[in-house]
């Protein structure tokens, strides 16, 4: 066993953060010709309607078949010399768009934090609060002014009113810097927009499909494409060996320069045993009709087996920092294609699992998805860790992705208030039903 510095659990733990705040902010959306939300400051636009086309999936195609709806009004924002122009509104089941232009004499221009509907997608009285899933959070700039878009959930019919109320607050300069304190302005703007179930019919055309691809045993069959103005439907099935449970696809729609990743919507069982009809849904094509291939990276499933790794802990209880595990004492355990071994263990903070996959694709290999505990359905599956009496020890956070510089793994929490893990002698580490990956990194041309 090797002592080694903590610096590197705690890049994990800055990683892993890092992941959570793209998973939550992202929300499906990518677009390859735009940057993240790392960009430096505005971005240079002809009008509001071309910022609007640039940052929003299938604003254009929506323009075009008379979903957007035109609003042009105009506030005051009070203290200031500046005014908000609320621009158009489009509605849709999953997502309300609403693009708006500052102008202010001094080009010093305003962007707001702080937005809310009154009227919830479900409910009158139900808050609908903005969040920022676009690229360019800091906008674009054009001789009419500072343009942004702010994004709700969406509606879906019948509307819960005819009439939903918007305001805007906590104003401030956009800073293109995050390093520096950024002064607030708290003025209230509120304006009334109309909703209306006319307001929220879509276009859709249906593709038919079939296509079937084969790697490790396992089969993908691809039906059929359903390409709607909110949103890219793909439909299939995928048959999987005995004891697995289909989770996800990980892959991306690709039209063009856009790339939309997809979100999980349904997966059901299909007729025959083993296998499992998926409904995969993506952001909306910003050209159609065009070509459109899938770039799949991982058909992603759920292994009915277990997993367990056994530590003498009197070598590590009452030591201080990380601590590397010797091969040969890491209890190596092979899960398909993959190694899964223990690999450092700082007494008093945390415990790290490595999951070594091999070079040549395709492969089966352990996910390296953050392990949870499901007390509730009595451990049947997760993460579990008892000592040599049977007893359950307490965990905290989990984490998954990039451990150390070549490595890869997860790893969790110890609860260092829980006295068990001073005392006990062995500790066994229990993966119930391990998330698997049968990683593939190929291409399939959907529409010629």
């Not at 768009?97 to 919830?120: C, F, S, W």
């Not at 899964?340 to 040549?360: Q, Y």
């Not at 492969?363 to 049977?390: C, F, H, W």
Request: aromatic letters at 10%; glycine letters at 8%.
């Amino acid at each position: 066993m090797k002592v080694v510095n903590g610096k590197n659990r705690l890049s994990f733990m800055v990683i892993f953060a890092l992941i959570l705040m793209l998973i939550a902010g992202g929300c499906g959306f990518s677009t390859a010709t735009e940057s993240s939300f790392n960009e430096k400051g505005p971005i240079k636009v002809a009008s509001a309607e071309d910022f609007a086309n640039r940052v929003v999936p299938g604003w254009q195609r929506a323009q075009e078949a008379g979903l957007i709806v035109d609003i042009d009004l105009s506030k005051p924002i009070p203290g200031t010399d500046a005014e908000v122009i609320i621009e158009k509104v489009w509605y849709n089941p999953l997502y309300t768009y609403v693009l708006y232009t500052v102008k202010e004499p001094n080009r010093q221009y305003l962007m707001a934090d702080k937005r809310e509907i009154d009227i919830g997608p479900d409910k009158i009285g139900a808050r609908n609060l903005s969040f920022d899933p676009l690229h360019q959070r800091w906008g674009g700039i054009s001789r009419e002014g500072f343009h942004q878009v702010m994004v709700f959930k969406g509606y879906s019919t019948p509307v819960p009113a005819r009439e939903i109320t918007l305001t805007m607050s906590e104003w401030r300069v956009p800073r293109w810097s995050l390093s520096g304190p950024v002064d607030t302005l708290d003025s209230l703007v509120s304006v009334k927009l109309p909703l209306s179930d006319e307001f929220l019919r879509e276009t859709t055309e249906i593709i038919a499909l079939d296509q079937t691809y084969e790697w490790k045993g396992r089969i993908l069959r691809l039906k059929g494409m359903e390409i709607k103005s909110s949103k890219t439907l793909l439909y299939g099935e995928v048959a999987l060996m005995p004891g697995e449970t289909l989770n996800h696809i990980s892959g991306a729609i690709k039209s063009g320069e856009q790339s939309a990743w997809l979100n999980y919507e349904t997966i059901v069982p299909g007729d025959a045993l083993n296998t499992f009809e998926f409904t995969f849904y993506a952001e909306p094509l910003n050209e159609w009709p065009a070509p459109v291939s899938l770039e799949i990276r991982a058909i992603e499933f759920e292994a009915d087996q277990v997993l367990n790794f056994e530590l003498d802990w009197t070598q590590f209880a009452g030591k201080q920092g990380e601590i590397e595990i010797a091969e040969g004492e890491d209890g190596a355990t092979r899960f398909y294609d993959s190694i899964v071994r223990l690999c450092f263990v700082n007494p008093e903070r945390w415990i790290e699992l490595e999951i070594v996959e091999p070079e040549n694709q395709p492969y089966i290999a352990m996910s390296t998805e953050p392990v949870t505990q499901d007390p509730l359905n009595n451990y049947a599956r997760g993460l579990k860790v008892t000592n040599e009496n049977g007893d359950i020890l307490e965990v905290g956070m989990a984490a998954g992705g990039q451990i150390r510089e070549d490595r890869f793994g997860i790893g969790f929490e110890i609860k260092a208030s829980d006295e068990r893990w001073q005392t006990s002698e062995r500790i066994i580490i229990t993966i119930g039903k391990p998330k698997a990956r049968l990683v593939v990194k190929e291409t399939i041309d959907l529409i010629y």
